[in-house]
């Protein structure tokens, strides 16, 4: 079984301060996902890391996925309250079975105050 | 667009009840998915179907059943509920997809409390 481990499980921050998420395993991942949850919510897609090495930005949100693809981080720039949610790293496994199976992490809960 | 809609939204059972949650979605994907999510152990995977009259099972499968006889329609069924059920139970849909794993479409969520 492959596991993620995501940490810290839970952040709480000022708005403006930045933060860092990470999310490691012992295992080799084809592509490793973000998620984001809102309360209530089903959670949504935020960016998918295929290449070890590779950074992806979105507005102020960088994710960096590692050069032996076990492992990947979410920062935060300036954090603002509308980041407050639950990230989920999910790992893509690198056994090509059908069904797009993904192992998700056990969440990072992110609190930003105003 | 609905996208992934799941009934009920919440549901209380006694020990030994039975229930069938429905998810449909409208995107025509081939696969669905069932997953349970508890406090800091994020989603696992229950079942899971990659067409139309296919199943197959996740990572905790016991206590559940499945079936996916139409494409847009996928029934996750308790046969006899136990409290170690209680638990917020999200469908998913994706396109399949190759290495770069496709893009899971959730639902809201359906919460369920086992008595």
């Known amino acids: 079984t492959q596991l993620l481990e995501q940490s810290p499980q839970f952040l709480s921050i000022q708005e403006g301060e930045n933060l860092t998420v990470y999310c490691n395993s012992s295992s080799v991942f084809s592509s490793l996902q973000w998620y984001r949850q809102e309360p209530g919510e089903g959670p949504v897609l935020l960016v998918t890391?295929?290449?070890?090495?590779e950074v992806k930005k979105l507005k102020r949100l960088t994710f960096q996925f590692g050069d032996a693809r076990k492992d990947s981080s979410l920062h935060i720039t300036a954090a603002q309250p509308g980041d407050t949610g639950l990230y989920l790293c999910a790992g893509v496994s690198m056994i090509k079975a059908a069904g797009n199976k993904l192992t998700f992490g056990g969440g990072t809960r992110v609190l930003v105050k105003p | 667009n609905a996208g992934v809609t799941q009934t009920p939204k919440f549901r209380v059972l006694k020990t030994g009840q039975s229930m069938t949650l429905l998810c449909a979605q409208d995107m025509n994907h081939e696969y669905m998915y069932w997953y349970r999510q508890d406090p800091g152990m994020g989603l696992r995977l229950i079942h899971y179907?990659?067409?139309?009259?296919?199943?197959a099972k996740g990572e905790v499968p016991d206590g559940y059943n499945v079936s996916r006889l139409k494409k847009q329609n996928f029934l996750l069924g308790l046969e006899s509920a136990a409290p170690s059920q209680t638990s917020v139970y999200f469908c998913?849909?994706?396109?399949?997809?190759?290495?770069?794993?496709?893009?899971?479409?959730f639902g809201e969520g359906s919460r369920l409390t086992v008595l």
């Open positions: 890391v295929v290449t070890g090495g």
């Open positions: 998913a849909s994706s396109f399949p997809s190759g290495g770069a794993g496709g893009e899971l479409f």
């Open positions: 179907s990659v067409g139309e009259g296919t199943t």
